[in-house]
């Protein structure tokens, strides 16, 4: 079975452009999560999305950050324009439903470097 | 809110060394409590859990026990080896009910032969 799949590993961005990340998560999957986690920090979820239809984006910072999940399967995650504190590598996940129990399967992440 | 506290790294121990890493945590209700393992130049992937109080989550030596009474989900293994050198969270799915995780600050442990 493959895993989830990010890309691209790793972008270096000037600060004020656009970035955009994207995610394929394991084949019949509804439930897809964004985390960001900053160097030397736990990741956070920015993004929750049960199918297509976001269940939780109390955490995205929605004036720069944006995301969708097209279909119910691929999803992607837009940061404009990027600060400084925005460098950090986002980590998507998926698992087969929410809940209490279900193991989220993560990806390898994209490391954001922001100049 | 709902929140995760780790024990600061880096933790440095010899190889066969016995190992705890603490755990504690804030939340409302009945959380599930996990233990998350990144190993370098790899995603983060479960090591263990438990879902309910007085349960032992457990895998690959590692053990946990999720301690209500003292808020606590510790991560012990009796003898570590160079090859559990690796970044350790611990975290929370609680009061959302939406399977979010609330993660630790990760903790590092590095083996030495």
């Known amino acids: 079975e493959a895993g989830v799949a990010q890309s691209p590993r790793y972008k270096i961005i000037e600060k004020r452009q656009s970035v955009a990340f994207w995610c394929n998560p394991i084949s019949g999957h509804a439930t897809l999560y964004w985390y960001q986690q900053i160097l030397g920090q736990g990741p956070k979820l920015l993004i929750q999305?049960?199918?297509?239809?976001?269940?939780?984006d109390s955490q995205l910072p929605k004036d720069r950050f944006s995301a969708e999940r097209l279909k119910g399967v691929d999803s992607t995650l837009k940061i404009q324009p990027a600060k400084l504190e925005d460098s950090a590598v986002y980590l998507c996940?998926?698992?087969?439903?929410?809940?209490?129990?279900?193991?989220?399967?993560f990806g390898p992440g994209t490391r954001l470097t922001v100049t | 809110g709902d929140s995760v506290t780790q024990m600061e790294g880096p933790v440095t121990l010899s190889e066969e060394a016995f190992l705890t890493i603490n755990c504690t945590y804030t939340?409302?209700?009945?959380?599930?409590l996990f233990w998350y393992v990144q190993y370098p130049g790899e995603g983060l992937q479960l090591l263990l859990k438990a879902t309910k109080a007085d349960d032992k989550g457990s895998n690959k030596g590692f053990e946990a026990t999720y301690r209500k009474e003292t808020t606590s989900f510790h991560l012990e293994k009796g003898s570590v080896q160079v090859s559990d050198s690796a970044v350790y969270f611990c975290a929370l799915s609680g009061s959302s009910n939406t399977g979010k995780l609330i993660f630790g600050q990760g903790t590092t442990l590095q083996v030495k032969p």
């Open positions: 939340a409302t209700g009945y959380p599930s």
């Open positions: 999305f049960q199918n297509n239809g976001v269940v939780d």
């Open positions: 996940a998926s698992s087969p439903t929410p809940g209490l129990n279900y193991e989220q399967y």
